[in-house]
């Protein structure tokens, strides 16, 4: 297949890529900076353009058997106003472009990320792909986001929404973030550690995305979470064991909202999703399990 993939020199990017091209797919990765490409491969080009704007990179577009749409600014960090509508047209217009982009009647197969803060914050409830969106700023965001992507089964595209997790995985995402307080002996729980963290380690997701690729009867919404969410304090216990760290030291939810502000509630959420419908598919995970997750992506971080 030859496949598009936006956001394609960031941490899941760069590794999907890779994936993609190790199992003969032609690939034509997007981003920002032409700097940050890394991967040298002879059915590999990158393009550099701000996909926020319509341009001349919209006519790879045409030949396109896939796209798969990871492009958006990172979400982590204090929000201002500013930083909101950067988080939100980084999404909303790279969407909005892409689709623009298709060709009609050909028949593409259109992946565009999405996240489990379109369920909002939900306590304890087991959240499928049937339930209905939050109202907080990210639910609202991901029913945009969405409402752009679906518009490309107006051209025929086969469109699938994946509404991802918190990757784990080594040389960044969350466990970036994450490792190095564990490892200086101040990890621990967030808030009071009992709100519903959904995570997916790097490996299946990306083997989520080949499994999407060979399943053209899969559309819409699907959870790219493994099946089994854990509590904060329990991943933070997972992660302290696999670094041989204590994991004691909470940040409690004042100082988390004083230090990050609006941000602090995306950290003190709770969704307690569950990948059904890649169940339904009998997609096999391989990690489906918290602590052998994180064992594995500690390991890979320190070969």
């Known amino acids: 297949m030859k496949i598009l993939v936006t956001g394609a020199s960031g941490f899941i990017g760069t590794h999907l ?19 940050k490409s890394r991967i ?10 701000d996909t926020t704007r319509p341009g001349p990179w919209q006519e790879n577009l045409s030949a396109i058997d896939a796209v798969i749409n990871l492009a958006g600014r990172s979400i982590f960090g204090r929000w201002t106003e500013a930083v909101k509508n ?7 217009l790279t969407t909005r472009h892409l689709v623009q982009g298709l060709a009609a009647g050909r028949g593409t197969t259109f992946i565009s990320a999405s996240g489990v803060g379109f369920y909002g914050s939900r306590g304890d409830d087991i959240l499928t792909e049937n339930e209905p969106a939050g109202e907080d700023f990210l639910a609202r965001l991901s029913v945009d986001w969405e409402g752009e ?5 107006e051209k025929g595209a086969r469109v699938v929404l994946t509404r991802l997790g918190v990757v784990l995985g080594a040389g960044g995402g969350a466990l970036a973030q994450m490792i190095p307080a564990f490892k200086r002996f101040v990890g621990g729980p967030i808030g009071n550690g009992r709100q519903w963290f959904p995570w997916i380690h790097l490996e299946d997701l990306i083997a989520a995305v080949h499994f999407l690729l060979e ?5 819409g919404a699907v959870n790219f979470c493994a099946p089994a969410p854990v509590l904060n304090r329990d991943l933070a216990a997972a992660l302290g064991k696999a670094l041989n760290r204590p994991a004691f030291m909470p940040a409690p939810a004042f100082v988390i909202r ?3 502000g609006e941000f602090a509630e995306v950290l003190l959420g709770s969704q307690r999703a569950i990948p059904q ?6 997609f096999a995970f391989h990690y489906p399990d918290i602590e052998a ?3 594995a992506a500690v390991r890979a971080a320190a070969a």
Request: with cysteine; hydrophobic share 45%.
């Open 17 to 35: 890529c890779r994936s993609l091209l190790s199992r003969n797919h032609r690939v034509i990765g997007m981003g920002r900076s032409a700097a």
């Open 277 to 282: 419908k890649l169940q339904e598919h009998r």
């Open 215 to 219: 399943h053209p009867d899969i559309s």
């Open 149 to 153: 992507a679906l518009i490309a089964a």
């Open 258 to 260: 004083m230090v990050l």
């Open 293 to 295: 997750a994180l064992q």
């Open 86 to 92: 950067e988080i939100r047209e980084s999404r909303i």
């Open 40 to 49: 040298a491969h002879e059915g590999y080009r990158f393009i550099a353009a």
